[in-house]
Antibody
């Protein structure tokens, strides 16, 4: 069965960086886009971007441009999300999410599988 | 960016009664080439990741009870729970995947009256 297992909770100081991992299993890692979505306390869900694990190409939300980097390791079927220059506004649960359509179709689709979430707390 | 706006922000419904949540997109998310609305609905409970309920606006995910239904097209969509059960207490969010950035509604908190 498809599973996305994320790394554990992190506590970071303002200005630091965080790297969250997402290990995929139960399917071929390279044929689906993986997205990152976050939920800050009291806020709605916020899309951060996606990575194409096959090519390494990524598409980031403008809000995070220059501060986020999404990558993937095909040898371990693991995706990573790096977020730098953290502030208290980045305190949130971060989710990796699989998009249902195959990357080669070029078609947008819904999110069918979610990781369990990783809490990142930014505090001095 | 496509803005998704849900109404109401919160809703209290008696057990067994109907719950209706609305979602409006700032532009059409209907692809005329395939006649599909690029909209999904999620149920979100504390401490759990969001659960996909419906996609293409009205297609129910396997295993989701048939009391959950979706309707609407282009810019106006509705999630209906026909007979509210205690386990349906959650936050419900819509999402458009028509174009990036994929955007979510702000969420509607559903409670028991």
């Amino acid at each position: 069965q498809v599973q996305l297992v994320q790394s554990g909770a992190e506590v970071k100081k303002p200005g630091a960086s965080v790297k969250v991992s997402c290990k995929a299993s139960g399917y071929t890692f390279t044929i689906y886009h993986l997205h990152w979505v976050r939920e800050a306390p009291g806020q709605g869900l916020e899309w951060m971007g996606w990575i194409n694990p096959k090519t390494g190409g990524a598409n980031y939300a403008q809000k995070f441009q220059g501060r986020v980097r999404m990558s993937g390791d095909t040898s371990t079927s693991t995706a990573y999300m790096d977020l730098s220059r953290l502030t208290s506004d980045d305190t949130a649960v971060y989710y990796c999410v699989r998009e249902a359509s195959l990357v080669d179709t070029g078609k947008n689709s819904y999110f069918d599988y979610w990781g369990q979430g990783t809490l990142v707390t930014v505090s001095s | 960016d496509i803005v998704m706006t849900q109404s109401p922000d919160s809703l209290a419904v008696s057990l067994g009664e109907r719950a209706t949540i609305n979602c409006k997109s700032s532009q059409s998310i209907l692809d005329s080439s395939n006649n599909k609305n690029y909209l999904s609905w999620y149920q979100h409970k504390p401490g759990q990741p969001p659960k996909l309920l419906l996609y293409w606006a009205s297609t129910r995910v396997s295993g989701v009870p048939d009391r959950f239904s979706g309707s609407g097209s282009a810019t106006d969509f509705t999630l209906t729970i026909s007979s509210l059960q205690a386990e349906d207490v959650a936050v419900y969010s819509c999402q458009q995947y028509y174009s990036t950035p994929y955007t979510f509604g702000q969420g509607t908190k559903l409670e028991i009256k």
